[in-house]
């Protein structure tokens, strides 16, 4: 499996990298949210703007990511608008969510940022290829907050995300029973010996938990936790995360995976 570089981090090689949402309504509460994670055991933070009040003012968003570049320093920023339909908090219409994340990618404040396999559609892989243009990375995600669809489906997903050009394909499904977990852990060992990028899944809800957990032996490379607010079902806080990781990480033999 391929790793991707961000600043100082490297997606895909060793421990999931653990990426922590900022969920705050306002522009002081956003900035506030990001100071409060310097200390804690964050790799990459996530701006959710779709909480931000302003979220569909492009000066405003700009603004507030240009205070976010200057609070975190050299750690990672994740730039994602989230749509409704996919569990986020706007109601987008498509030109205005290409527009702004194109503003953002263009605007050397963010590292990466959330392109959404569906809301994208037949500009998924221009969006890309713009984003690539700016030296930001592209974290193409599809969503299903009913159900975990058949492993083919999953599959395809991530196919597809990669062949448009996304630098870590991104699956985030429910479960509805313990069953659906396994299926969608079966789907990332394969598709992370399959494809030649880094991936990242995850079942969501409490069912799902153990998916956050365990990226290192079935393959996703990037695990989302929580300082307060939670972004997504499922999250576990980000300290109680990292401790997990560490103690799965320093007891695994790599012969006993293969």
């Known amino acids: 499996m391929k790793s991707v570089t961000v600043r100082n981090v490297t997606i895909g090689q060793g421990k999931p990298k653990i990426c922590v949402p900022l969920v705050a309504t306002t522009a002081e509460g956003i900035v506030a949210e990001a100071k409060s994670l310097l200390d804690m055991p964050v790799d990459i933070v996530e701006w959710r703007a779709d909480w931000y009040e302003d979220a569909l003012d492009k000066e405003?968003?700009?603004?507030?990511?240009?205070?976010?570049?200057?609070?975190?320093?050299?750690?990672?920023?994740?730039?994602?608008?989230?749509?409704?339909?996919?569990?986020?908090?706007?109601?987008?219409?498509?030109e205005d969510y290409i527009e702004i994340n194109l503003a953002v990618a263009a605007s050397g404040f963010v590292d990466l940022v959330d392109i959404e396999l569906f809301t994208a559609g037949d500009e998924g892989a221009r969006m890309i290829e713009e984003a690539h243009k700016a030296r930001v990375k592209v974290i193409m995600s599809s969503h299903d907050f009913f159900k975990t669809p058949g492993r083919e489906s999953m599959e395809g997903r991530l196919l597809k995300m990669q062949q448009m050009g996304a630098d870590i394909p991104k699956l985030a499904v429910m479960p509805q029973s313990k069953r659906d977990v396994l299926t969608l852990l079966d789907v990332t060992l394969e598709m992370s010996q399959t494809l030649e990028c880094p991936i990242v899944t995850m079942s969501m809800s409490s069912t799902g938990m153990v998916s956050r957990l365990t990226g290192e032996t079935f393959g996703s490379a990037l695990t989302f936790g929580a300082v307060g607010q939670r972004s997504a079902p499922g999250q576990p806080g980000a300290k109680e995360l990292a401790e997990v990781l560490e103690m799965i990480h320093r007891n695994l033999d790599p012969e006993d995976v293969r």
């Open 60 to 94: 405003k968003v700009l603004k507030a990511a240009e205070e976010l570049r200057k609070v975190l320093g050299d750690k990672p920023l994740l730039f994602t608008l989230r749509t409704e339909k996919e569990g986020g908090e706007k109601a987008l219409l498509v």
